[in-house]
């Protein structure tokens, strides 16, 4: 179960200095059993999800939140529905957590699944 690094606007996290007004963190591919590295962007208030690409058979991926980076929660969208798609989808994230990041929880050998965070302050 690999841990897979998110690329921010193009660029690994540790050369962003955030100062534009808007970020988008992109982890791809994730296979069934990974998880995204997590990501903290406090300066930024809004947050959607996006979740695209190859979910085989029985493909599910979550978006989960923590405020230590060690006990993590399915994040919610605004009408208090679990973050927890089985197709491509966009959701706006509910909560402001210190931690973000995607997990694949199920899937088959085809599974292939693209998430991009969208940031704004």
């Known amino acids: 179960m690999p841990t897979i690094s998110a690329v921010v606007d193009g660029r690994k996290p540790t050369d962003v200095a955030f100062s534009g007004e808007s970020s988008a963190f992109t982890w791809n591919p994730l296979a069934n059993g990974d998880d995204g590295a997590a990501v903290q962007y406090g300066a930024f ?3 959607s ?3 695209a690409g ?3 058979t029985g493909g599910t991926v979550v978006l989960e939140g923590s405020n230590d980076g060690t006990n993590w929660q399915t994040l919610t969208d605004p009408q208090g529905n679990v973050i ?3 197709a491509a989808s966009i959701e706006a994230v509910t909560e402001a957590t210190r931690y973000i990041r995607p997990r694949v929880t199920a899937g088959d050998g085809t599974t ?3 998430a991009i965070l969208f940031v704004r302050g």
């Open 45 to 47: 208030t809004d947050r």
């Open 54 to 56: 190859t979910f085989g």
């Open 84 to 86: 927890s798609k089985t």
């Open 112 to 114: 292939a699944i693209k």
């Open 49 to 51: 999800i996006q979740f």
